[in-house]
């Protein structure tokens, strides 16, 4: 109890260790962001064999989970070290090499421990010590892992998604960020709203503009803030999202037609409407002269 209230008094130590925290889970976030659309995609084989009464083949009936097998060089497959292991701290040791083949190791990995440790950082600055710093920690890291498969694979695992619905909902039924009732309608509308727009685009066009991950993306949204953050946040998404996505394509030398990930653009904008939705309205009305 006395840590629970020097940290409640002293928000600098709480800043901090929620930066701490951010490194570590930043390098699980790592895991998950690599594996676990691979863990998806052998279900799924899986499954079709099953129905289609198929053995699997003999080498993929080996354990590959979050956990198993221990994170190896994926050069020369040497298992790493804990020591080798640390965030950040170990990339900068090695300068971004395998200890053992020396192959340049991802930059994207200490980037996505360094960007889960300032984000936590300033979800722990934001709210203070208590129950809702730790309910938005849990969010950010969440939409990190959604943003980063999203951006990989163009999926939004329902194994994510799903939980962090209902930890809004069980969250906001104590009132922690808006009422139940906000909440229950911020999931309605989140979901209806792009889902409108899917069948709208494609009644008219013929072809899907997106894929319902993204309306689930948007309710689980709308469960943690109410229906009030959906406007700012659609509006938000839908301008960077058109801005980033023609740079990225024109980057890379693709037609307007390449399909690109929608979600990391809602997970971001939603993020920041829950966090400064209402200084951002308040600002826009008051510009406005209304």
Not at 8 to 34: E, K, P, R, T, Y
Not at 203 to 231: C, H, N, R, S
Not at 250 to 264: E, M
């Amino acid at each position: 109890m006395q840590i629970l209230d020097y940290l409640a008094s002293q928000a600098l130590a709480f800043i901090l260790l929620a930066g701490l925290l951010g490194l570590i889970i930043g390098s699980f976030l790592n895991v998950v962001i690599h594996r676990l659309p691979r863990m998806m995609e052998a279900q799924w084989l899986q499954q079709s064999r099953e129905m289609l009464e198929l053995e699997s083949p003999e080498a993929e009936q080996t354990t590959y989970n979050l956990i198993l097998p221990h994170s190896h060089c994926p050069h020369c497959k040497t298992e790493i070290k804990p020591w080798q292991n640390l965030p950040v701290i170990s990339y900068l040791l090695l300068r971004g090499r395998c200890g053992q083949c020396k192959e340049t190791i991802s930059a994207r990995y200490p980037l996505v421990e360094l960007l889960t440790a300032g984000l936590s950082m300033l979800v722990a600055w934001q709210f203070g010590f208590g129950w809702p710093a730790a309910g938005m920690l849990v969010l950010t890291w969440g939409l990190i892992s959604l943003s980063m498969i999203d951006a990989d694979t163009q999926l939004l695992p329902d194994v994510l998604v799903l939980p962090l619905l209902w930890l809004g909902l069980i969250a906001n039924s104590f009132g922690t960020y808006t009422s139940l009732d906000e909440a229950l309608w911020g999931a309605v509308v989140g979901y209806l709203s792009l889902w409108s727009v899917y069948w709208v685009f494609k009644l008219v066009t013929g072809k899907e503009g997106m894929g319902y991950g993204d309306f689930k993306l948007l309710a689980m949204l709308g469960t943690w803030g109410g229906w009030q953050i959906l406007p700012l946040t659609i509006l938000m998404s839908s301008l960077v999202g058109a801005i980033l996505g023609i740079i990225i394509l024109k980057t890379r030398g693709q037609d307007n037609a390449t399909p690109l990930p929608f979600g990391p653009y809602l997970a971001i904008a939603g993020w920041i409407a829950l966090i400064w939705g209402e200084t951002i309205t308040s600002s826009y009305m008051q510009f406005a002269g209304f």
